[in-house]
């Protein structure tokens, strides 16, 4: 390697160990830090971010803060506007409710529609993500259990063969994911998520598709009251 500093690809000079990380670059660094202290709640809901104070927090200039601004924009765990700048996301039990409303018989639809399709090399990927997450949740490795999470969902809406559906549900499911991704070790949710995908897993891999569909529409619906209650109790 040159004795010159490693830059990222926008040529800035890698801050070492500013961040206490090894990134790849700076914004990675100042993105996964600032994901890391919105989901352990360090920063609170509705906190006002300035790239000035972040820039000199972290020990970096301000275009990977401002990047890392926008990454995270794109996940929906900051805001931005013309009044109050750029925030962390609050969480509204609300919106929350409206999303889980069109996806509950979206997805049940979809699960009734693909369970029927799915082969046994399907049941099979099912299996081993369903014991991925599980084995994520352990290690409280939390943004791997949710990948394993959405694949094992995947799996069954692929199968579907609905296209337009398909698109409806993976939006959904995105514009969800930052309240799953806040709310990730509630009070004894892990152990009831994982004996929920289990019994969508055995209903699938029995051919019984409204079985399956009744299992994933209970097991969206707990998701849902068990995260809303926990918005409206942290606003309290």
């Known amino acids: 390697m040159s004795p010159r500093a490693r830059r990222d690809e926008v040529g800035t000079e890698m801050p070492g160990a500013a961040l206490g990380l090894m990134p790849t670059t700076i914004t990675t660094a100042v993105a996964d830090r600032l994901r890391d202290e919105i989901r352990s709640g360090k920063l609170s809901p509705g906190t006002r971010l300035r790239q000035a104070h972040i820039a000199e927090e972290f020990g970096v200039s301000t275009t990977p803060v401002r990047e890392a601004f926008a990454a995270l924009e794109r996940e929906g765990l900051l805001q931005s506007n013309a ?14 409710r409206e999303i889980y409303e069109i996806r509950i018989p979206l997805e049940a639809l979809a699960t009734e529609l693909g369970a029927p399709n799915l082969t046994e ?11 991925g997450m599980i084995a994520a949740n352990r290690k409280k490795e939390w943004a791997a259990a949710g990948e394993f999470n959405n694949e094992f969902h995947l ?14 549900i993976t939006d959904l499911r995105d514009a969800s994911r930052v309240y799953v991704d806040l ?12 004996r929920e995908h289990k019994e969508i897993l055995d209903a699938c891999a029995a051919g019984q598709a409204k079985k399956a569909a009744k299992a994933m529409i209970a097991h969206l619906s707990y998701t849902a009251d068990a995260i809303s209650e926990t918005i409206t109790e942290e606003a309290q």
Do not use: C, Q, W
């Open 183 to 194: 709310f990730p070790k509630l009070p004894g949710r892990m152990k009831e998520v994982e």
């Open 121 to 131: 090399a399907d049941i099979k990927r099912m299996r081993k993500n369903l014991k």
């Open 155 to 168: 799996e069954i809406y692929r199968r579907a063969d609905r296209s337009r559906l398909l698109k409806l």
């Open 83 to 96: 009044h109050r700048g750029v925030t962390v996301f609050e969480p509204s039990a609300i919106e929350l």
